[in-house]
C-alpha cells in the first residue's frame, strides 16, 4: 500500500527581513508513518521549516498542505490539533505553573473534564518516564526533566504527527537513550530537527539535509550516512564534512 502524504511544501520560500531568503524554494513531501530527520548546520533553517509547518510563520510564496488542507488563517487551528510540537528551547513552551496544568492546557481550552485531564496527563506522562513530575511547579524543573515534560505536552493531543525540535539538547546519556527508545516505540509520523547524527540514524527512516536554506540531500539514513554519491547533489563535496567541519 501506498503511504499518503501528511505534510506537503510546494515551492515554499521564506525571508525574515526581505534581504535574503532562510528557506529557498523548498519542495517536500512527508509521508505517512515516516520517521523523518532534518539535519545541517546552525543558521541552516531547520527551525524556520518547523515554524512554518505550524503557521508560527507565513512562506512569503509557495504553500504548505497538512492531509491536504492548505495552511492558512482558516485551517490553522484544525491542523495545529493534529501536530504535537516540542519546542527547541522548552521553557517557550512550560509557561503554566505546574507540569500538570502544562500538559493539559490544550485539553482544558477544549473544556475536557478534570478525571479525563487527569487521565491523559497520567498517560503521557508514564509514556515518556515521567510519571513523578506530574505536580512539580514548571520553574523547579532541571533542564532534561524539562524536555521530557516538553515532549509530554507534545504527545497531550494525540497527534498524527510529531514534530520536535532538537529533542536531546541538554538530556544525559541516559534520558538521551529513554527518549530514543520512546520514539523507537512510537507509532504517529515524526519529523526531528537535530546535530545529534546517532540519534537521527537510530530513530529515522530517511533524513534530510539543508543547507541555507535548500534541500541538499533526501534519502533512507543509511543513504544519507554512509552514500558520498547521494550527498554530492549539490557540487557540494562531501556535505556533511563541509557543513559541519568534521
Ligand atoms: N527572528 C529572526 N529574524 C531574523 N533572522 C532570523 C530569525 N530567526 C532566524 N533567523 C535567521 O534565519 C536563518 C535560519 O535560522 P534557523 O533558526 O531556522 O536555523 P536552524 O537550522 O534551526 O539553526 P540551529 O541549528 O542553530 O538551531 C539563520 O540565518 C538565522 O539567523
Known amino acids: 500500500m501506498v503511504n ?3 505534510v506537503e511544501f510546494k515551492s515554499v520560500n521564506y ?3 526581505n534581504q535574503g531568503y532562510q528557506i529557498k524554494n523548498l519542495d517536500l513531501t512527508i509521508f505517512k508513518n515516516e520517521k523523518v530527520g532534518i539535519i545541517g548546520a546552525n543558521g541552516a533553517g531547520k527551525s524556520t521549516l518547523l515554524k512554518l509547518l505550524l503557521g508560527l510563520l507565513n512562506p512569503l510564496y509557495g504553500e504548505i498542505l497538512f492531509n491536504d488542507i492548505l ?3 482558516k485551517s490553522l487551528s484544525r491542523v495545529r490539533d493534529k501536530i504535537g510540537y516540542g519546542f527547541q528551547d522548552p521553557d517557550n513552551q512550560l509557561f503554566m505553573p505546574t507540569v500538570y496544568d502544562n500538559i493539559v492546557f490544550t485539553a482544558k481550552q477544549k473544556k475536557i473534564p478534570e478525571d479525563k485531564c487527569r487521565e491523559i496527563a497520567d498517560k503521557v506522562l508514564l509514556d515518556v518516564n515521567g510519571e513523578e513530575l506530574i505536580d512539580k511547579p514548571s520553574y523547579k524543573l532541571s533542564g532534561g526533566e ?4 516538553s515532549l509530554a505536552v507534545a504527545l497531550s493531543n494525540e497527534p498524527e504527527l510529531l514534530v520536535l ?3 536531546t539538547v541538554g538530556l544525559d546519556p541516559k534520558s538521551r537513550r529513554k527518549l530514543i527508545n520512546l520514539l523507537n516505540n512510537r507509532q504517529e509520523t515524526f519529523l526531528i530537527t537535530t546535530h545529534d547524527m546517532d540519534m537521527a540514524y537510530e530513530v529515522c527512516n530517511r533524513v534530510i539535509v539543508l543547507y541555507k536554506g535548500e534541500v ?3 534519502g533512507s539514513n543509511i543513504e544519507i550516512f554512509t552514500n558520498k554519491e547521494l550527498l554530492t547533489k549539490t557540487n557540494l563535496e562531501m556535505p556533511l564534512q563541509l557543513l559541519y567541519g568534521v
Open 4 to 6: 499518503k502524504p501528511i
Open 15 to 17: 525571508s525574515y527581513d
Open 71 to 73: 495552511l492558512n488563517k
Open 146 to 149: 524539562k524536555r521530557v515534560v
Open 165 to 167: 525540535d532538537e529533542p
Open 216 to 218: 541538499v540531500a533526501d
